[in-house]
C-alpha cells in the first residue's frame, strides 16, 4: 500500500532525517505530537544512546516525538505501534471488514490505549494507512 503524505508530513521527515541520520517512511502530523514510522532495524540509530537522538530532534522541531518500527507483516506492524505495551497476540480477522485483535495483558491496557485514546488511535491510523487494516480492538 502506498502512504500519501502531507507537505508538513514532508517536512518533518526531511527534518527528521537530516537530524538522526534515519529516514521515516511515514509521518503523523498530530498537534504537539509526531508519530515516525522508522525502517526494520533502524529504530536503535532514531533513538540514539541514552535516547539522545530523538530527545536532540524533538528539542529542535519542538515537539514530541513517538517511534513506530516498521514491520514485514500486519500482525507484527500493529504490535510495534502499540509499544511499549506488551503485546502477546495480534490476530487480523477479515469478515466483513479487516480487524486487528490485540491480546494484551490487563496490567498493560492503559499503555495500549494511552491518555485519552491517543496510542490506540495511532495505532488505528498506521494500521490503516500500511496495512488496509480498518480497525484495532485491544481483547
Not at 508538513?8 to 511515514?26: C, N, Q, S
Not at 526494520?40 to 536532540?56: D, F, L, P, R
Not at 530532534?57 to 513517538?66: G, H, Q, T
Not at 496490567?107 to 488511535?121: H, K, L, S, Y
Amino acid at each position: 500500500m502506498r502512504v500519501e503524505l502531507s507537505d508538513e508530513a514532508r517536512r518533518y521527515i526531511g527534518r527528521f532525517d537530516e537530524l538522526t541520520g534515519v529516514t521515516p517512511t511515514d509521518c503523523l502530523v498530530e498537534g504537539d505530537r509526531l508519530v515516525f514510522v522508522v525502517p526494520a532495524g533502524e529504530m536503535a540509530a532514531a533513538i540514539g544512546q541514552a535516547g539522545e537522538t530523538v530527545t536532540e530532534a524533538e528539542r529542535r522541531l519542538d515537539k514530541s516525538i513517538e517511534l513506530v518500527e516498521d514491520a514485514d507483516t500486519a500482525e507484527a506492524f500493529v504490535a510495534s505501534t502499540l509499544a511499549p505495551a506488551a503485546v502477546n497476540a495480534v490476530t487480523i480477522s477479515e469478515q466483513n471488514d479487516r480487524v486487528a485483535y490485540v491480546e494484551v495483558p490487563e496490567a498493560d491496557r492503559g499503555v495500549a490505549i494511552g491518555a485519552e485514546g491517543a496510542n490506540i488511535e495511532t495505532a488505528r491510523r498506521l494500521a490503516e494507512r500500511h496495512y488496509d487494516v480498518d480497525d484495532v480492538q485491544l481483547t
